[in-house]
């Protein structure tokens, strides 16, 4: 019993154990429903990390992210429905097109602190939504973009297809991804390009006195965030095959927030699980429906009062009364 | 030449509401230090009241106003003191958060009560005058008076009353403030009691000329941020004379260039100010 607590304990068997369970998902559950459900899970999930290491690692309010989600989305939906591409090269290509678009914007907000970012980034997701409601001969205005394919089968050796348009097919797919961005993201944390977005988290003025670029060190956070914002967009355009330009606007980016605020700002593993029980909670309380809303934004501010770290930071603490105790 | 004049008093009218959410937001922010991304649902809500009493009960406007406003400082109150007070001392991060979730909350419960529909008011002062070749309505004379007259209150309020003086001090320092033997809490309470019935009163002089729904008060807050960035946040001129100035860029570039991305201009040229001068044109603190 103890072995296996110990093992249990070990960040990398329990990761291992929790990948190959998620792989047996598609294969245990055969309920569409709760399938489409938990692709929904994935794919928020990958936005929720994104936002989590401008804002939670680096510590700048970035209110645009539902803009940068939408970016991806409408170019991947358009590169391939008026370009004919297949689904990878749309993929990059609308990744590189937001994080372009990314840079353009951080050059001038991320000059500004606090609020001012705050403020500047919310504006520009405005700015998104309207461009996506308004320029009819790009984005089809509110009637949206229709009849975005799935992505296209890969054929592995051993004659092996693997087809995307089922629902296990698109499950996999996101969770692949899914892990591309834990690895990314862990990868980035453990660095010292990540501790210099922690430095100016703690303190802008300290850390660009001790040499640190602080301009350069949000910027790539900034563009690393939404890069990876925009491979989920893009999972949601191929995955749902519509889009409408609700799906660009700053109600996005309030509920990827809630997602990150609610599991725990700054930890690894917070931002999926907010997005798991809002999502789960969600799907549960719709017969809800606007008090549904209420109960979010409630959530928010009880959370942000009594445990601004979330849920993770909760246990976290619990963790360390249960120590303290045994010594 | 009618057409130029025209949208002049439109846009001097828009203005006038806009300088009065602005106005309530700068007060806010120059005490508290947060941008009180909640202001906008206030806004909508005062206009569901005055609605209510005018529509609903059949009050008098002016009292169905005064109702509205009383209302809402109320909350202004019961928001700062539940939810504003006990994230002072956190990271600003956390009462941006707390502000979307009161978002949520104003926005949701204002949809189960009121519902998706778009309402419209009576005909309140609709008569046309003339006014130097231009035909206005008496409700519009109405909003640019109110709010001048609102405009020279609060700042005699501020400059020549006690409880006003102590808002500018605190504004200014808020540790000399507190040796100074101010109570805080009590400063930061009125201000969001002062700024929310002034959402109100901004509402209830518009909504009888637009409609009273749910969405109302979305891009109204984000142009009054603009126009706080733009004029100083804190800073009651700034918030004045940017508010007017928003107003007349849009009705004006409503008119002459187009009317699609016409709402879009204000947050273009707030991200073009923040590239040139991050603490905005008459900043001069960055936060």
Redesign the interface.
Known sequence: MNTLLKLLSNRWTLGLIVIALVCLVPIVITSKYWMHVFILILIWSIAALSLNLI?GYT?Q?N?AHGGFFGIGAYATALLMLKLNLGFWPALLLAALITSVVGFL?G???L??????F???T???N??VF??AE?WESLTGGARGVIGIPPPSPISLPFGIVVKFSTLSGMFYLSFFLLLVTLFIKYRIVHSLVGRSFMAVRESEDLTSSIGIDTMKTKIISFVTSVFIVSLSGSLYAVYIGFLDPEIASHHVT?EV?LFV?LGG?GTIAGPIIGTIIVTLLGEMLHFLE?????A??????LV??FM?QGLMGGIRSLQQKIAARDM | MDLLFQQTLNGIMVGSVYALVALGLTLEYGILHIPNFAHGVLYTLGAYLTFLAVAALGYNYWLAMACAMLVLAVMGIVIDRLVYQPLIAAPHLNSFIAAIGLIYIFKAGMLIIWGPDFKRFPPINEEVINFFGATVTIQRIIIVLVTAVLIVLLNLFIKKTMAGMSIEALAQDREGALLAGINVKRVETMVFAVGSAMAAVAAALISPIFLVYNTMGDAVILKAFVIIILGGMGSIPGAVIGGYIIGLIESLGGAYLSTDYNEIVAFAILIGVLAVKPTGLFGTRAH
């Open positions: 804002m510590g309010a209110l914007i050059l001038p907000t000059r500004t602190k606090g609020s001012y705050a403020i500047g919310l504006c520009f405005v700015i309207i461009a308004r309030f927030l605020v700002i606007a008090f549904r809303l209420v979010y934004g409630l959530v928010l501010v942000i009062i601004p």
